[in-house]
């Protein structure tokens, strides 16, 4: 777990692009990708009612599956939720099988 300030520049920066991306933007070069099939990685931010960075984690997963990286990415900021003690907590997320699931749908892409 990583306290919040620490890591806050990079997990901010990448929500900042990922936003980006999903709403219309153009990705920013990369000196270097490296892809890695064997495994995916996926962290969760918890923020405050003002969009405030209180806490983040980041975790290796074994499975490199969009649907399984994600809902593992969930179970991490559950746990995140948990390790606070917070009580009330929103989950975002964009797969939207995991979206139908959630919402007791059967219904998949």
């Known amino acids: 777990?990583?306290?919040?300030?620490?890591g806050h520049c990079?997990?901010?920066a990448i929500w900042i692009e990922r936003n980006s991306i999903v709403h219309?933007?153009?990705p920013n070069h990369l000196e270097t990708i490296i892809l890695r099939?064997?495994?995916?990685?996926?962290?969760?931010?918890?923020r405050d009612e003002h969009g405030m960075v209180l806490a983040l984690t980041a975790a290796p997963f074994p499975h490199p599956e969009p649907v399984m990286a994600e809902t593992a990415?969930?179970?991490?900021?559950?746990?995140?939720?948990q390790?606070?003690?917070?009580i009330s907590v929103i989950i975002e997320f964009d797969c939207l099988n995991l979206v139908n699931c959630w919402n007791g749908s059967t219904k998949t892409m």
């Not at 777990?1 to 620490?6: C, L, Q, R, T």
């Not at 099939?37 to 918890?46: D, K, L, N, P, Q």
């Open 1 to 6: 777990m990583v306290p919040s300030g620490s």
């Open 10 to 12: 990079l997990a901010q």
């Open 24 to 26: 219309g933007g153009v």
């Open 37 to 46: 099939a064997e495994e995916a990685a996926g962290a969760a931010v918890a």
């Open 73 to 81: 990415a969930i179970l991490l900021g559950l746990q995140l939720a």
């Open 83 to 86: 390790d606070y003690a917070w």
